[in-house]
């Protein structure tokens, strides 16, 4: 490395321009480049089409996967497309960022007999992809039924919503808290899993159906309330996520320095220049799942020199996947568990360290040793859980039942008030992955329709 | 090691795989690489007689149908004989088999069905030293609408009617290629021996078309819009030569004629199959044209590995060997009863032997077993049909077991019995009853 860029990258505390821009491109490009046609081919000609497929059972939207492959492989990728949208209209997004290692990857018969998985996800971007690129529709409206549905939130649960009811022919108003759709797709996940603009493409080609109104800048309990939207609307379903994050949890003001990780995430996906971003020499990331992840390995990609995960728990209890985790490895980032912070060191206002306290199982129950470690870091990343946040949480507190701080939902997305349904990461039976969100929308949708119809 | 050596016909070579009468044997620069390479002998490009060289077509030639991965398991043709001057040939024949003198040189022919086209061209090729002719009486495409490959080979009387000429006329072997496109293969097979031959060699190709194309509406290959039928080849025919190879070698009036097998070889394991069944050794085409002349190098290695580990000495100790286990339906032993075992290790429970058995045959595999996915066989059910064993991804995952006599037999709920006994005499079979 040459002096001058060797001294950019090596610039004690949080700067930006530690990298070059060619760098940063190659860093961020798509961590899994799409098949091209012939590899297409030759990935769907491994599936063995199997009867009742366990990848199907393991599909949170249970989207006919054998049949979908078959078609592709039988050269009809439009009729893949529609296979899989029929099931999941985000069947794009999906196929880049579930975690299909342990979905549909993971309980496909080949992982059995050889361990190498059918490349579901790949071959659903490829079906996805070619209907996007035409701009391929596959559903129409029924005819208007002249009900009207309000769903919070634009992210994957209330997109899946809306597209669903405006099928039914219900007109729909989508109230979303920024000032850009997609949620999580658009904020929350790591750049490389879904390059350019494609979160923005999709919500377009979603919402292409019609009926589907999205209002900016109406976050539940500051510009709207639930009242208002039952009063407004024939039903109402909500699924905007979860926007607060778990403090810390250690005593005194935070320093400079320490921030949330879904906020860096969401810097970065929005960032016209990467360059641009400041990242820590030293960066530490408290917390164990996919935010975790993809926080540590941006940080890494940004030409962080030191990035260190640390769990409270065991890798194995990490909601990030093994797969994940490996990402993170190769990257460079260094995991380490059963820690937890207990004291932040600071140097002229900003964070300069942080001490950890090693931790035990003892009657299941885990508890500090006593024994510490301090690491150096000029940055330190909350990635330790996401609540309903104080604007929605005061919002529905009191009118809905909740359970661990979140909306408590039947199967079919119901809550315990008439009207209200909820999915996504908001509702107890979130699971922090689009595709989840994606299904508990559609499903709400139906139940919906049905009362609505009632 | 074991001697792969060939004598076919007085013909001698150092391995039994020849390079069949195609494009990869039409002139002196590929035949000359194949040698190189290993191959034992060649069946010359067809040559038809003296006079302006017939023309091809100038678009595709050939079609094809793929496996996984686009691996090529069959071709179809509408390539005609040579399209080379006749001397050029002769020229070049005859320098190659004075280069190789111990490898087979065979020269393949088609004329018109007449005595004297056929007397004119046999001491030109004689004059060569080539070790053989080949009679051309297979190829279903182009020539046969001029009279001649398999327009010929499709009228017993006329193969004999030829083979008869050449056999007057020169005193070289005479093996006479058959086309599949026949009702009955034995028929021909018995012309040509009637005819005087040493042998015969199939199959030809098998007329066919191999695709159409759907934006179009052309059959494939499409020359300007239009398709003709051609001659299928390759690894998916090969089911078809082997059974038309045994048929002639457990032919009694053919059982002593020697045969040249052709169709679908692309392995070791193909040839000793075709050997088995009474081939006197092989043609391959369409694998050479796939991967090239290399391929040899498996070929022999292969077979001699297979021999020694079998502790087969030559080729003699395997020609022929299945031949007198080839019966017909009616000898089957029906006292043999199997059933289909399932070895729930290495299931990975995809499903497709339930769903096969299930939508399509005898409901003998379980889906669920006590709330989990588990394919298990029903004996009381199982006909022991193997399709199941067809359709797993897994090898040896499911196999059919034989019920040893004693056993009872959980479908019919009868004893199965140690006898042999077939349809024959079978209860159910009127002919028994009629014979009473």
């Not at chain 1, 659903?124 to 409206?141: E, I, L, V």
């Not at chain 1, 005194?252 to 016209?272: C, N, T, Y």
């Not at chain 2, 009872?408 to 079978?426: I, L, M, P, S």
């Amino acid at each position: 490395m040459q002096g001058k860029a060797r001294r950019k990258r090596m610039v004690e505390g949080v700067a930006d321009g530690r990298l070059s821009a060619a760098e940063l491109q190659e860093n961020f490009a798509d961590i899994h480049p799409p098949l091209d046609q012939h590899e297409a081919l030759v990935a769907s000609d491994r599936c063995y089409f199997c009867h009742d497929a366990p990848c199907v059972t393991a599909c949170p939207t249970a989207i006919d996967i054998p049949l979908f492959i078959r078609q592709i492989a039988t050269g009809s990728p439009m009729g893949a497309a529609e296979t899989i949208l029929d099931q999941n209209i985000l069947g794009g997004m999906c196929a880049r960022v579930c975690p299909t290692e342990t979905l549909c990857e993971q309980a496909c018969v080949r992982e059995v007999a050889e361990g190498k998985p059918v490349q579901i996800g790949l071959l659903q971007r490829f079906a996805t992809d070619a209907a996007m690129a035409k701009n391929k529709q596959f559903f129409q409206r029924m005819p208007a039924t002249g009900k009207s549905v309000g769903v919070v939130g634009a992210g994957p649960a209330g997109l899946a919503c809306a597209h669903r009811l405006a099928m039914h022919g219900h007109n729909v108003t989508v109230y979303e808290g920024r000032k850009k759709p997609g949620g999580l797709n658009e904020f929350g996940i790591a750049a490389y899993k879904t390059v350019d603009d494609f979160a923005r493409e999709e919500v377009d080609y979603v919402t292409a159906i019609g009926g589907i109104n999205i209002h900016y800048g109406q976050a539940l309990g500051s510009k709207v309330t639930l009242e208002k939207l039952r009063d407004d609307h024939d039903a109402v379903f909500l699924g905007m996520g979860l926007s607060g994050i778990n403090a810390l949890g250690l005593k005194g003001k935070e320093p400079k320095g320490v921030e949330d990780a879904v906020d860096f995430i969401a810097r970065l996906r929005q960032a016209s220049n990467k360059g641009r971003l400041p990242i820590g020499r030293r960066v530490v990331v408290i917390g164990g799942g996919m935010t975790a992840v993809d926080c540590a390995v941006q940080a890494k990609l940004l030409g962080a020199e030191e990035v260190t995960i640390a769990y409270r728990r065991g890798q194995d209890q990490m909601n990030a996947s093994r797969y994940e985790q490996d990402l993170a490895v190769g990257h460079g980032v260094i995991i380490r568990e059963w820690l937890q912070p207990v004291k932040l060191k600071t140097k002229s206002g900003s964070v300069s360290g942080i001490t950890l306290e090693y931790t035990a199982l003892d009657r299941k129950k885990l508890v500090g040793t006593g024994e510490t470690i301090t690491l150096a870091a000029d940055q330190v990343f909350r990635a330790i859980g996401q609540t309903l946040g104080d604007d929605n949480g005061s919002a529905v507190e009191g009118s809905l039942r909740l359970s661990g701080g979140r909306i408590t939902t039947k199967p079919d997305g119901a809550t315990s008030l008439a009207g209200v349904w909820a999915g996504g990461d908001c509702t107890s039976h979130g699971d922090d992955l689009t595709v989840t969100a994606v299904a508990q929308g559609r499903d709400a949708a139906e139940a919906i329709n049905t009362a609505l119809q009632g | 090691m074991a001697d792969i050596s060939n004598n076919f016909v007085g013909i001698k070579s150092p391995n039994p795989f020849w390079l069949a009468s195609a494009p990869p044997t039409d002139k002196a620069y590929n035949v000359e690489r194949a040698f190189k390479a290993g191959w034992g002998g060649v069946v010359w490009k067809t040559l038809g007689e003296e006079g302006p060289p017939i023309v091809n077509v100038n678009g595709p030639r050939y079609g094809a149908i793929y496996g996984a991965d686009r691996r090529l398991l069959g071709l179809n043709n509408i390539e005609l004989i040579t399209d080379r001057d006749l001397y050029l040939n002769l020229r070049e024949i005859k320098e190659v088999k004075k280069k190789w003198p111990d490898r087979a040189v065979v020269v393949s022919l088609m004329v018109p069905c007449e005595e004297q086209a056929w007397k004119t061209i046999l001491p030109l090729v004689e004059e060569t030293g080539a070790d053989g002719i080949e009679l051309n009486f297979g190829c279903p495409h182009g020539m046969s609408e001029r009279g001649m490959g398999s327009a010929v080979g499709q009228v017993p009387e006329y193969i004999e009617m030829v083979t008869r000429w050449c056999k007057q006329t020169t005193r070289m072997p005479v093996i006479v290629k058959l086309t599949p496109n026949i009702s009955d293969i034995r028929y021909p097979a018995r012309a040509a021996k009637a005819g005087g031959a040493d042998a015969v060699s199939l199959i030809n190709t098998v007329s066919s078309i191999i695709s159409v194309n759907l934006d179009n509406f052309s059959p494939e290959p499409s020359i300007d819009g239009k398709g003709s039928h051609g001659g299928f080849c390759g690894p998916a025919v090969k089911p078809i030569a082997l059974n038309m190879v045994a048929e002639i070698a457990r032919d009694s009036e053919t059982a002593s004629l020697p045969i040249s097998g052709i169709g679908g070889i692309t392995t070791w394991r193909d040839a000793a199959e075709f050997l088995a069944l009474g081939a006197g050794n092989v043609q391959v085409c369409t694998a050479a044209m796939t991967y090239g002349f290399k391929i040899i190098e498996e070929m022999t290695s292969g077979l001699e590995t297979w021999m020694d580990a079998q502790g087969h000495q030559s080729l003699d100790d395997i020609i022929g060997r299945a031949v007198p286990n080839v019966t017909d339906w009616q000898y089957l032993n029906l006292n043999y009863v199997t059933k289909a075992k399932i070895d729930q290790d290495a299931c990975i429970k995809c499903g497709r032997c339930h769903i096969a058995c299930e939508d399509t045959s005898h409901q003998a595999i379980t889906l669920m077993v006590d709330g989990a996915r588990h394919f298990e066989v029903i004996e009381e059910e199982c006909v022991g049909c193997n399709l199941c064993v067809n359709v797993c991804p897994v090898e040896n995952c499911i196999t059919m077991e034989q019920l040893p006599a004693g056993s009872k037999d959980q479908r019919t709920g009868k004893k199965v019995v140690k006898k042999y006994a077939n349809w024959t005499e079978h209860p159910n079979n009127p002919s028994v009853t009629a014979a009473e």
